[in-house]
Antibody, heavy 118, light 110 residues
Framework: QVQLQESGPGLVKPSGTLSVTCDVS?????????WSWIRQPPGKGLEWIGE???????HYNPSLKSRVTMSVDTSRSQFSLNLNSVTDADTAVYYC???????????WGQGILVTVSS | QSALTQPPSASGSPGQSVTISCTGT?????????VSWYQQHPGKAPKLMIY???KRPSGVPDRFSGSKSGNTASLTVSGLQTEDEADYFC??????????FGTGTKVSVL
C-alpha cells in the first residue's frame, strides 16, 4: 500500500510562489502510475491541477497551465508542485495522489493547507 | 473545462438507497468510460469508490455501484449506513490528458 505525505510552507504571500512536495513510500515512484496534484479550497470542491510520470512527462490543467510547474526526483521518491503568481483564490488544501486506472487519485496524501495572505 | 454538475445534496434513511447524478458533456463523461467517484468525510482526504464507471477498488462494499447513460453518470448507494454520510465527488477524463471533477454532493443519512 503506497503512502503519500505532503510538505511545504503553510503560508505564502500574494504574488509569490507556492511550493509543495510529496514523499512517496510503500511502493516505487517508478511503478508505472501517474502522480497527481489536486486541490480543494475551504468548503469547496476538488480541482485537478495536473499529473507527472516518473520520466518527468507532465500534463497540466489548461486553466492553471501558465502558472504550474511539476517535477519529480526519483532518487528521493518525491514529486513536487510549484504554482507561481498566487492570489487569495489559490488558498486551498493541496493533495498529492497516485492515479488509478483512468482515475486522478487512487491513493491520496492527507493534504496540506496552504494559505495565501500577506 | 467546466466542472461536472452534481446536485448539492441527497438524503435517505438507513437501509434505503440514494442515487447521485453527475452531468457532463460529450467531451468528458459522454465520450469516455472513465468516470470515477470519491467519498470524502469531513477533514479527510477523498477515497476512491468507483473507477471506470462501474469498477470497485478492493475493499469498497458492493453497496456502492456506478453507471452511465449518455453524458450523465450515476452513483448508487444501496442499504444506506450512517457511515455513508459524506461528500461525494465524481470525476471524468476530459480528453487531452485532462481530468475534471464534479461540484460535489452532500449525502445525509436521516
Amino acid at each position: 500500500q503506497v503512502q503519500l505525505q505532503e510538505s511545504g510552507p503553510g503560508l505564502v504571500k500574494p504574488s509569490g510562489t507556492l511550493s509543495v512536495t510529496c514523499d512517496v513510500s510503500g511502493d516505487s515512484i517508478r511503478n508505472g502510475r501517474w502522480w497527481s496534484w489536486i486541490r480543494q479550497p475551504p468548503g469547496k470542491g476538488l480541482e485537478w491541477i495536473g499529473e507527472i510520470y516518473h520520466s518527468g512527462t507532465t500534463h497540466y490543467n489548461p486553466s492553471l497551465k501558465s502558472r504550474v510547474t511539476m517535477s519529480v526526483d526519483t532518487s528521493r521518491s518525491q514529486f513536487s508542485l510549484n504554482l507561481n503568481s498566487v492570489t487569495d483564490a489559490d488558498t486551498a488544501v493541496y493533495y498529492c495522489a497516485m492515479n488509478g486506472p483512468w482515475a486522478a487519485g487512487e491513493d491520496w496524501g492527507q493534504g496540506i493547507l496552504v494559505t495565501v495572505s500577506s | 473545462q467546466s466542472a461536472l454538475t452534481q446536485p448539492p445534496s441527497a438524503s435517505g434513511s438507513p437501509g434505503q438507497s440514494v442515487t447521485i447524478s453527475c452531468t457532463g458533456t460529450s467531451g468528458d463523461v459522454g465520450g469516455y468510460d472513465r468516470v470515477s467517484w470519491y467519498q470524502q468525510h469531513p477533514g479527510k482526504a477523498p477515497k476512491l469508490m468507483i473507477y471506470e464507471v462501474t469498477k470497485r477498488p478492493s475493499g469498497v462494499p458492493d453497496r456502492f455501484s456506478g453507471s452511465k447513460s449518455g453524458n450523465t453518470a450515476s452513483l448508487t448507494v444501496s442499504g444506506l449506513q450512517t457511515e455513508d454520510e459524506a461528500d461525494y465527488f465524481c470525476s471524468s477524463y476530459g480528453g487531452s490528458n485532462n481530468y475534471v471533477f464534479g461540484t460535489g454532493t452532500k449525502v445525509s443519512v436521516l
